[in-house]
């Protein structure tokens, strides 16, 4: 059964993106699930279905309880961190086109800056199958996701030529957007190319810089049929296509065991779905959101998603090539970098918001919009589009 087309995000909400949000975690999803509702012309009443990431805090029924949802018929939870952002919006597109929920609202929340931060060692590896594969690394040092990325980065930067200064050039464009975007943690803050080669470094070959930053906050999106979405207040956002997938010998961000320590074959193994699922190529799509944790791995997205050949990302960013007026705008809302690390729940709003014409970085005339989740995981992707 193909999803194309059956189901959109008709609604999007958010808190706002800070480093102390004073607040729970669970008023923080109860916010921005309830601002979502609201945005699509709904009541909590319609709700009949709850989708979050296996790492979010706030259970599904303290959800329903806190915002006055009567019963749910559909809730799913979807694993490997930022990896799952794209993969709520697919489970949610499967419940609503197979009727096992009618409303169904995708949530993350959490207080990443003030409270639990993921960029930091963990202090105890996890009883489990993925415990078993942290423990081949924590007790080497190899503890951090900037130290498990600078790895592939290091080795990009020996097979393809690529340098810091490739990777600073996204630092710099996503930057440039988020300085334009009032809901941005970095509004008018931009940065240039020198600062970013100045900033301190993580870990060789990371910067501070290549690094996106740590945010409290939460972000709602509510999928439904397109049939009902035509009815409600704003343009729906059409779900195309939704894919996840792995790569051969996946693990945690740490994937050296897939035969190319140079490449993310988890996204492209979800790049080719979404193309075949929706009809398109790269050449379609004028604007896209890429899962922007580190910067070397937005290059070796563009590479994987097939918007240019193997080590050619740092001619394709060069000169613009992914600003507001490039060849192919990345993440017009400052993405992770700059807007706030929401596990790219607030870059799947910002493709919406592309789609209904109503970004602050407004790209002209927007068709199609491909949106990535976390990369060097287990991942997921979605091509969202107009309604035809």
């Not at 599904?60 to 749910?72: N, S």
């Not at 931060?117 to 007790?139: C, I, K, N, V």
């Not at 090539?321 to 400052?334: S, Y």
């Amino acid at each position: 059964m193909s999803l194309s087309g059956k189901a959109a995000i008709a609604g999007i909400g958010a808190t706002e993106f800070s480093k102390e949000s004073g607040r729970s975690e669970l008023r923080l999803a109860a916010e921005a699930c309830l601002d979502a509702i609201r945005d699509a012309g709904l009541t909590p009443s319609e709700v009949d279905g709850l989708v979050t990431f296996a790492a979010d805090a706030n259970a599904e029924i303290a959800v329903q309880r806190e915002l006055g949802i009567p019963e749910l018929r559909f809730f799913s939870r979807v694993d490997y961190g930022g990896g799952a952002a794209c993969g709520t919006v697919a489970h949610a597109a499967m419940a609503v086109a197979t009727g096992q929920a009618d409303v169904v609202v995708c949530y993350r929340a959490f207080n990443e800056r003030s409270g639990h931060r993921f960029g930091q060692a963990s202090r105890s590896a996890r009883a489990d199958s993925t415990g078993l594969e942290f423990s081949w690394h924590l007790p080497y040092g190899f503890a951090t996701p900037a130290a498990w990325v600078a790895m592939q980065a290091r080795r990009y930067m020996h097979e393809y030529g690529a340098t810091s200064e490739d990777f600073g050039r996204v630092a710099v464009a996503m930057r440039r957007h988020a300085a334009t975007n009032p809901k941005a943690w970095f509004h008018e803050r931009p940065i240039t190319l020198e600062e970013h080669q100045a900033s301190r470094w993580i870990v060789d070959p990371l910067h501070l810089l290549d690094c996106c930053q740590e945010s409290d906050g939460g972000v709602a999106l509510v999928v439904t049929s397109v049939e009902r979405a035509r009815d409600l207040p704003h343009p729906p956002a059409v779900i195309n296509a939704a894919a996840q997938g792995t790569g051969p010998g996946q693990m945690m961000m740490f994937s050296y065991y897939t035969g190319d320590l140079a490449a993310l074959p988890a996204m492209g193994n979800v790049g080719g779905q979404l193309w075949r699922r929706s009809g398109l190529t790269p050449a379609d799509v004028q604007t896209a959101i890429l899962y922007d944790h580190f910067t070397p791995f937005v290059l070796i997205q563009l590479e994987e998603l097939g918007f240019c050949g193997r080590g050619e990302a740092r001619d394709f960013i060069k000169d613009g090539g992914i600003e507001i007026d490039g060849r192919l705008p990345l993440n017009p809302h400052g993405g992770q970098l700059g807007e706030a690390y929401i596990h790219g729940m607030n870059g799947i709003a910002e493709g919406v918001r592309q789609v209904r014409g109503t970004s602050v970085n407004q790209v002209p005339d927007v068709r199609n919009v491909l949106v990535t989740a976390g990369t060097g995981v287990p991942t997921s992707g979605l091509v969202l589009g107009a309604l035809g």
